[in-house]
């Protein structure tokens, strides 16, 4: 993956877990082979602007693939699903239509705690994982167009 250029779109809202995230995915893809300057960070304020700034990453340019990370964590009014629910929807709608790998990195859980399991060491932090599928489905994207029947 040495040359393969990555974009990160990361919310900034939940600090300590999205850093452990953010540090988990750039961990994932150095132990991969891949230099740390093909990175392309973009931090937004919150999981809600994560989508439109994965749409405008796309209208510039075309990296080999785009991770998001977040983390939002369920309160005590609705916000929590209104938000969480337009996230995933906005970056599937996304994936569905372009030809690279979009990945869901938010985390979307009831509490701090929950947050914190999901964001430690490497086997169980969620931006390690997410940055490992993103590699594993660049692969696999590349099989499929090079199989395509004319």
Known sequence: ???????????????????SLLNGAIDAYCKNGGDKDNLIIYRVPGAFEIPGTVKRVLD?????????????????????????????RGICD???NYDIPILFGVLTTDNFEQALNRSGSNSSNKGWEVMQAAIKTIDVYKDIKSKQIA
Not at 4 to 13: A, D, L, M, N, P
Not at 72 to 85: K, L, M, N, W, Y
């Open 60 to 88: 510039a340019g075309s990296p080999d693939a785009i991770i998001t990370l977040g983390a939002v964590i369920r309160g005590e009014t609705p916000h929590f699903d209104f938000v969480a629910q337009e996230c995933a």
């Open 1 to 19: 993956i040495f040359n393969t250029k990555i974009v990160i779109v990361v919310s900034e809202f939940n600090k300590v877990i999205i850093e």
């Open 94 to 96: 996304i994936s569905m």
